[in-house]
């Protein structure tokens, strides 16, 4: 793992959940901080009109100061994207923020050139943080490149604009996906980045497709998810973590290996060995880093 993943905040390492929110709606940001998401997500991107983007952006300062050093770091910004009229301007405001410490980082969409990874880079500063949006072909076909960037935090997937920039018709369990999912995946773990945060679930009122989705996202070695609305954050946080039943038998697992000084031994039938142990300190990791 290089020195700028090494040195990243805790909360945004290990969230299991990012909760979007409008820029032009200041009076929810605080509140979506409250929800208990990991990360926040203030979008100046697909949630604000073009004719409210300015205005979006000229709030962001007041909006953030009003925050504590602790609430600012889970706070991301997403800006518009490389060759949108709002970029450059969006660029400027950021790293004015940036610079004074009122955001962890930023949110790329349509995220394909590490080029541009590592001119938002010099934008934001050495400490800000970098979460690409992987929205294309031609950003699934960049991703181990964008990965490996400097200052980039996890990459995040784009289910949505993915499946529209393909020409995709995927049905509710999005199994068209699964090998785009795997690819960042593996791109994460080849760069030593924590695990990548899924796609969103659109309607926050389907419990059960929410449901479906965390624990495919969970299967298939994500971390978090993006979420669209707060009623969303805490189911998906329980998902993504150990359930009581995983956490004991971790927890047998590894008074049963230090019982035995280290050997392999048997459990309920089965052998456990070095990997058997790997999973069970993996999911009591997973549980003791927790945000609270």
Do not use: Y
């Amino acid at each position: 793992m290089s020195t700028a993943h090494a040195a990243l905040p805790l909360p945004l390492a290990i969230a299991r959940t990012f909760l979007f929110v409008p820029a032009d709606r200041p009076e929810r940001h605080a509140r979506a901080l409250a929800s208990g998401a990991g990360g926040v997500i203030v979008d100046l991107e697909d949630a604000v009109a073009p004719d409210r983007k300015a205005e979006a952006r000229a709030q962001l300062r007041a909006s953030f100061s009003a925050l504590s050093a602790v609430e600012r770091q889970r706070v991301l910004v997403r800006i518009n994207a490389w060759g949108t009229p709002w970029h450059g301007s969006d660029l400027a405001e950021v790293s004015e923020l940036a610079a004074q410490g009122l955001i962890a980082g930023v949110m790329l969409p349509k995220a394909e050139r590490a080029a541009d990874l590592q001119q938002l880079g010099v934008a934001i500063g050495p400490k800000g943080l970098i979460v690409p949006l992987i929205e294309s072909a031609a950003g699934l076909e960049a991703a181990r490149e964008l990965a490996a960037a400097p200052q980039v935090l996890r990459l995040a997937f784009g289910n949505l604009d993915f499946q529209a920039d393909l020409g995709l018709a995927c049905d509710a369990d999005e199994a068209e996906l699964v090998p785009v999912r795997l690819a960042l995946v593996l791109a994460s773990r080849r760069a030593g980045l924590a695990a990548p945060i899924d796609g969103v679930t659109p309607d926050w009122r389907d419990t059960a497709r929410l449901a479906n989705d965390a624990a495919r996202a969970r299967r298939g070695g994500f971390g978090a998810k993006l979420c669209i609305h707060p009623d969303q954050v805490a189911p998906v946080h329980a998902a993504l973590g150990p359930n009581p039943d995983e956490l004991a038998w971790a927890r047998r697992v590894m008074d049963a290996t230090h019982a035995a000084g280290g050997g392999v031994v048997s459990l309920d039938g089965r052998m456990v060995d070095a990997p058997v142990v790997r999973l069970a300190e993996r999911l009591l990791a997973l549980e003791s880093q927790a945000p609270p």
